[in-house]
């Protein structure tokens, strides 16, 4: 599936995949600490995702990249790492219907991102629908 719109339909499956993580996960977090479920949950990943890079001809000596891909894909790895924890020990203390919709302002800081750092230029109806996107999150956290 390489058509120029696919990234459309992996895009929508990993809002489902994650849709289900916070799901899953404020099931199995209970009475486990955060952390050690984060390194369950990155354990299981890596064996996984070994085993499909392996099973599919995909693997090559990750050694042979260059340094700066092994620096960004260290930096990342850390921010990813840091999410993790942050929406596990999230999860862990609040509702998740309420906690994922927060995490996903993530949308809109990845469009501030990519626009400071990248030199993306999104579209005026693409900022709006970033705004509403933030506005949607700012009316999900503040209290009745």
Not at 10 to 30: D, N
Not at 86 to 92: D, E, P, Q
Not at 115 to 120: H, R, S
């Amino acid at each position: 599936m390489t058509t120029p719109h696919s990234w459309f339909y992996w895009a929508l499956l990993s809002a489902v995949f994650a849709a289900l993580t916070a799901i899953f996960a404020k099931i199995g977090i209970k009475g486990v600490d955060s952390d050690l479920a984060t390194l369950v949950r990155t354990g299981v990943i890596i064996v996984v995702l070994s085993g499909f890079i392996w099973f599919s001809g995909k693997w090559s000596n990750p050694f042979a990249l260059p340094a700066r891909t092994w620096l960004f894909l260290v930096l990342s790895a850390l921010a990813t790492g840091a999410s993790w924890v942050c929406y596990f020990r999230a999860l862990k203390i609040g509702d998740a219907s309420k906690v994922a919709p927060i995490d996903k302002l993530s949308l809109v800081l990845v469009v501030i991102f990519a626009v400071a750092f990248l030199g993306e230029r999104p579209s005026l109806r693409e900022w709006g629908g970033i705004a509403m996107i933030a506005a949607g999150v700012l009316v999900l956290a503040l209290k009745r």
